[in-house]
């Protein structure tokens, strides 16, 4: 596959690292060094470990390398000649392993710069002169092949762009990026906690978090309301055998945490004489985590291999449920439907459990625990397209409401050439062509990426520009010819004949956690009003107006404002300070002057002093920015206030 400029000036760069890497640290052993989208990285095994001094060091030995104004060469050998280069250059610890991952009949090819020569298939810069800007940005540990059963490597990040100019201002996005980390932000906004003694990646709402979780569900769930939707509730694991139905075991098995299996099923294992390697290597085309499970639970070394149950029926057990759609299914299926019931549109914020590797958790935009703004439409072909316009709008209406108007659209198809998808190819031909019209309608730019669909359909993604210029795909939705068929689904026609539905799965948010991760992050915790896990605090400037404070507060609540009274025996300034760091949208001053005019001082954070105004007029303002969802920095009218 070509390579973009950008890309071959990434990846050339990564070849100057692991030159400048190899002088200074001869013993090194070298993995791999591609381009990402945002830089590059390569991979190294030395006991050495490297250190923020180290990475200095290497820029300028960086530097000096292209500086030499090296060019970059390609070499093409035969399968025995590349094992020699390897070996001679006491390379083979990976790179021989890197070679057998070349089909036979494919070429092999080196890339050479000055002393440096590194098996790669390309392609570069001419010269290294060509590479004007680059940054070292951080060392991390990765296990080779992204197997924590393998060695922990070193893996050192870089950028570079083409102009210093480019660079700056990408180092100035990571650094807005640190400031706006939510990780940070959630502990000093007291919004989640991730506690080693539940788990990582499993996420506990705080009281501050929670209200951000439910403004958002009620919000959602006022739009769904407005669209005909149904709530469901379904639980949290399901049997083996309902997501083997469905596809989702085995086609995400290594993405799935082991299967739960019946305690009379593991009592009898127990009991029986075969080795937990046997068992394991039986169990392992069926799980890769059950049968350590099971090793785990039984504590059993030697059994006899002749006594082994089948698979199958170990396996008759439960799962935390992967997703929520074979139960939606299920409850289509649990009543006779006729075409006059159709659409069907069931919605549910449905919890489900992903195994990710530890090494890929990032607070609670990676997690292993996550809930979904779910839904599934059941449909009539002739309804398909009027659907899914319909699942998009709400997508838009989402993303305008939090300000996120800067977003592209991706149509995930499926990869001709991969075995992963299942179904129809004619089906799939009519579920593609239905999101590709459905994009079209957007008026925003799509485009077509192939590989991307889910295994039983295809899908309409929502990638968003953050306000620092980063990208997160967010809502989806999804058009699914395969999983009415492979549940047996049906409905009555007019004709009095079964017809078979379509199936639309769609989530706005997508998770909830990763969203309100992102929406942290896109607001710097300056939540809009409606959001603000607190909206109001009031500040009395003594003591003696701890009473009027009381009794504002009263009305605040009954206004369904969330407010709260700081009585701490502080100075105004240290109040004010508080307030500032906790990033209460609104503060309100009362003094003596307020106090006999029933006014409020207001500050607020999207526009500062806003000077003293009848508490009346303020209580209508914010109602109003609250109910109509204002975003920071609005001005807001009611009748009242004019």
Request: glycine share 8%; proline share 5%; charged share 30%.
């Given at each position: 596959?070509?390579?973009?400029?950008?890309e071959?000036?990434?990846?050339?760069?990564?070849?100057?690292?692991?030159?400048?890497v190899?002088?200074?640290f001869p013993?090194?052993?070298?993995?791999?060094?591609?381009?990402?989208?945002?830089?590059?990285?390569?991979?190294?095994d030395?006991?050495?470990?490297?250190?923020?001094?180290?990475?200095e060091?290497?820029?300028?030995e960086?530097?000096a390398?292209?500086?030499?104004?090296?060019a970059?060469?390609?070499?093409?050998?035969?399968?025995?000649?590349?094992?020699?280069?390897?070996k001679?250059?006491?390379?083979?610890?990976?790179?021989?392993?890197?070679?057998?991952?070349?089909?036979?009949?494919?070429?092999?090819?080196?890339?050479?710069?000055?002393?440096?020569?590194?098996?790669?298939?390309?392609?570069?810069?001419?010269?290294?002169?060509?590479?004007?800007?680059?940054?070292?940005?951080?060392?991390?540990?990765?296990?080779?092949?992204?197997?924590?059963?393998?060695?922990?490597?070193?893996?050192?990040?870089?950028?570079?762009?083409p102009?210093k100019e480019?660079?700056?201002a990408?180092?100035?996005?990571i650094e807005?990026?640190?400031?706006?980390?939510?990780?940070?932000?959630?502990k000093?906004?007291?919004?989640?906690?991730?506690d080693?003694?539940?788990?990582q990646g499993?996420?506990?709402w705080?009281?501050?978090?929670?209200?951000l979780?439910?403004?958002?569900?009620?919000?959602?769930?006022?739009?769904?309301?407005?669209?005909?939707?149904?709530?469901?509730?379904?639980?949290?694991?399901?049997k083996l055998?309902?997501?083997?139905?469905?596809?989702?075991?085995?086609?995400?098995?290594?993405?799935?945490?082991?299967?739960i299996?019946?305690?009379?099923?593991?009592?009898?294992?127990?009991?029986?004489?075969?080795?937990?390697?046997?068992?394991?290597?039986?169990?392992e085309?069926?799980?890769?985590?059950?049968?350590?499970?099971?090793?785990?639970?039984?504590?059993?070394e030697t059994?006899?291999?002749?006594?082994?149950?089948?698979?199958t029926q170990?396996?008759?057990?439960f799962?935390?449920?992967?997703?929520?759609?074979?139960?939606?299914?299920?409850?289509?299926?649990?009543?006779?439907?006729?075409y006059?019931?159709?659409?069907?549109?069931?919605?549910?914020?449905?919890t489900v459990?992903?195994?990710e590797?530890s090494g890929?958790l990032?607070?609670?935009?990676?997690?292993r625990?996550?809930?979904q703004?779910?839904?599934?439409?059941?449909?009539?072909?002739?309804?398909?397209?009027?659907?899914?316009?319909?699942?998009?709008?709400?997508?838009k209406?989402v993303?305008?409401?939090l300000?996120?108007?800067?977003?592209?659209?991706?149509?995930?198809?499926?990869?001709?050439d991969?075995?992963?998808y299942t179904?129809?190819p004619?089906?799939?031909?009519k579920?593609?062509?239905?999101?590709?019209?459905?994009?079209?309608?957007?008026?925003?730019?799509f485009?077509?990426?192939?590989?991307e669909?889910?295994?039983?359909?295809?899908k309409?993604?929502?990638?968003?520009?953050d306000?620092?210029g980063?990208?997160?795909?967010l809502?989806?939705?999804?058009?699914?010819?395969?999983?009415?068929?492979?549940?047996?689904?049906?409905y009555?026609?007019?004709?009095?004949?079964?017809?078979r539905?379509?199936?639309?799965?769609?989530a706005?948010?997508?998770?909830?956690?990763?969203?309100?991760?992102?929406?942290?992050e896109?607001?710097?915790?300056?939540?809009?009003?409606?959001?603000?896990p607190?909206?109001?605090?009031l500040?009395p400037?003594?003591?003696?107006?701890?009473?009027?404070?009381r009794?504002?507060?009263?009305?605040?609540?009954?206004?369904?404002?969330?407010?709260v009274?700081?009585?701490?025996?502080?100075?105004?300034g240290?109040?004010?300070?508080?307030?500032?760091?906790?990033?209460?949208?609104?503060?309100?001053?009362?003094?003596?002057?307020?106090?006999?005019?029933?006014?409020?001082?207001?500050?607020?954070?999207?526009?500062?002093?806003e000077?003293?105004?009848?508490f009346?007029?303020?209580?209508?303002?914010?109602?109003?920015?609250?109910?109509?969802?204002a975003?920071p920095?609005?001005?807001?009218?009611?009748?009242?206030?004019?």
């Open positions: 596959m070509s390579m973009t400029p950008l071959e000036l990434r990846h050339s760069c990564s070849h100057v690292l692991a030159t400048a190899l002088r200074l013993e090194t052993k070298l993995d791999i060094g591609p381009p990402t989208d945002t830089g590059f990285y390569y991979d190294f030395l006991d050495h470990k490297f250190t923020t001094e180290d990475l060091k290497i820029e300028a960086m530097a390398v292209i500086k030499e104004n090296q970059f060469r390609r070499r093409e050998v035969s399968r025995a000649e590349a094992v020699e280069i390897i001679q250059r006491g390379q083979e610890r990976y790179k021989l392993g890197r070679l057998d991952d070349i089909p036979d009949g494919e070429e092999i090819s080196f890339y050479e710069n000055g002393e440096f020569l590194d098996l790669c298939a390309g392609t570069h810069v001419r010269y290294s002169k060509k590479i004007k800007a680059f940054k070292l940005l951080s060392i991390a540990g990765a296990y080779h092949r992204g197997d924590e059963k393998n060695k922990q490597l070193q893996r050192i990040y870089g950028t570079a762009f102009t480019e660079l700056s990408y180092l100035e996005q807005q990026a640190r400031a706006r980390d939510h990780r940070k932000l959630g000093d906004l007291k919004l989640f906690v991730i080693e003694d539940v788990g499993l996420i506990l705080t009281p501050n978090g929670s209200v979780r439910q403004e958002l569900q009620n919000f959602i769930g006022d739009e769904l309301r407005k669209q005909g939707y149904h709530q469901v509730f379904t639980p949290h694991i399901g055998d309902l997501y083997k139905t469905s596809g989702h075991f085995p086609y995400y098995k290594d993405s799935q945490f082991p299967a299996a019946e305690p009379q099923d593991l009592a009898q294992l127990a009991g029986e004489g075969c080795s937990c390697a046997d068992l394991t290597a039986r169990l085309a069926a799980s890769p985590h059950f049968a350590a499970e099971i090793n785990r639970r039984t504590g059993r059994i006899a291999p002749d006594r082994v149950m089948d698979p170990i396996l008759d057990g799962m935390l449920k992967p997703m929520n759609c074979p139960h939606h299914i299920k409850i289509f299926a649990s009543q006779p439907h006729s006059r019931d159709l659409p069907l549109r069931l919605a549910e914020f449905g459990y992903r195994w590797q890929e990032n607070g609670m935009t990676r997690v625990g996550f809930t703004d779910d839904a599934h439409l059941f449909c009539t072909e002739e309804q398909v397209a009027d659907e899914v316009i319909g699942c998009l709008s709400l997508v209406i993303l305008s409401t300000g996120m108007s800067d977003y592209r659209v991706r149509v995930g198809l499926r990869d001709p991969s075995d992963k179904g129809d004619t089906l799939w031909d579920a593609e062509e239905a999101c590709r019209n459905a994009a079209k309608t957007l008026d925003v730019p485009t077509e990426e192939p590989g669909a889910a295994f039983y359909g295809p309409i993604d929502f990638v968003v520009k306000v620092i980063r990208e997160w795909q809502g989806t939705v999804q058009v699914d010819y395969n999983l009415p068929i492979r549940f047996d689904l049906s009555v026609g007019a004709d009095n004949k079964p017809h539905p379509v199936m639309i799965h769609r706005p948010f997508g998770s909830l956690e990763r969203f309100c991760g992102v929406l942290i896109h607001f710097n915790g300056d939540f809009p009003l409606w959001l603000a607190e909206q109001v605090r500040l400037i003594s003591d003696k107006l701890s009473d009027y404070g009794d504002l507060l009263g009305q605040l609540k009954a206004a369904g404002v969330r407010a009274l700081d009585e701490h025996q502080d100075k105004l240290a109040k004010i300070r508080r307030a500032e760091l906790d990033k209460v949208p609104h503060t309100l001053i009362l003094g003596a002057k307020e106090a006999e005019a029933q006014a409020v001082s207001v500050r607020s954070r999207a526009r500062g002093d000077g003293t105004q009848p009346a007029d303020y209580l209508a303002r914010v109602q109003e920015e609250i109910r109509t969802r975003l920095g609005k001005k807001i009218e009611t009748a009242d206030a004019g």
